[in-house]
């Protein structure tokens, strides 16, 4: 028996409210997140952490974990704010908390919603690109989770919505989640660090600088590296233990 509009409508809820959320976040906060803002309120902020450190360190936390958890633009701003605020390690390191969370949440709301119904289909047809992206996920599903965070080239959204519609495990997105993206953070963060030298030329940071290969070698190799299962359990050989 199919299940009632209401019993639909409960069940996506969760997703529902995470859309409403970031567009209405979008519509009413996007402007706020920007480098001006930052470069506009640089000393009250400084101050505002030095009287209030702890709180100002938990107050950013909840802040990236709403603006990743309704999918707000302007995330990248935010972290060259922590890293302004807090140096490269600690504010890496709280960049990372809050990311995690809110993707977490973002997780649980697409797997509870279309989530389960997504993935329900793709085991009742067994066929199709998403039916076998799903069968290579689950034998190598580590390696697969850490190339999506560790490559530049795929956007954060995709990378916090696909594990949902194909059953990945929570434990493991968590996993990886954390460590996966902790790379790429703490480029940005490490540009935020020095932002206090850009503020004094009057210039912009240069945002595209994960893309330099001093920085993007690194990141492809961390990449190679978690491909690595994938790619020895496609060219061994039948009947060959491992």
Do not use: H
């Amino acid at each position: 028996m199919k299940p009632s509009f209401l019993a639909l409508l409960k069940k996506n809820l969760p997703l529902m409210a995470i859309i409403a959320m970031a567009i209405a976040g979008y519509w009413q906060f996007g402007n706020y997140l920007s480098f001006e803002t930052l470069a506009d309120n640089r000393e009250s902020l400084v101050l505002w952490r030095d009287n209030n450190y702890w709180l100002a360190a938990l107050t950013y936390v909840a802040l990236y974990i709403a603006v990743v958890g309704f999918s707000i633009p302007g995330a990248v701003f935010l972290s060259l704010g922590g890293g302004f605020l807090f140096g490269p390690v600690i504010g890496t390191l709280l960049t990372v908390i809050g990311a995690t969370i809110g993707a977490t949440a973002i997780f649980l709301a697409a797997r509870t919603g279309l989530g389960n119904a997504l993935q329900a289909k793709l085991l009742e047809n067994g066929e199709g690109r998403l039916a076998r992206m799903q069968a290579g996920l689950k034998q190598n599903e580590l390696s697969y989770l850490f190339l999506m965070r560790l490559v530049p080239a795929v956007p954060f959204w995709f990378a916090n919505l696909a594990p949902a519609f194909l059953g990945v495990s929570l434990r493991r997105y968590i996993f990886t989640t954390f460590f996966g993206i902790m790379p790429g953070t703490a480029v940005y963060l490490w540009v935020g660090a020095g932002l206090g030298e850009v503020f004094a030329r009057g210039e912009a940071p240069d945002l595209g600088i994960i893309f330099e290969w001093r920085i993007l070698g690194p990141l492809l190799a961390l990449s190679a590296l978690s491909a690595m299962p994938v790619f020895l359990k496609k060219i061994k050989k039948p009947g060959v233990q491992a």
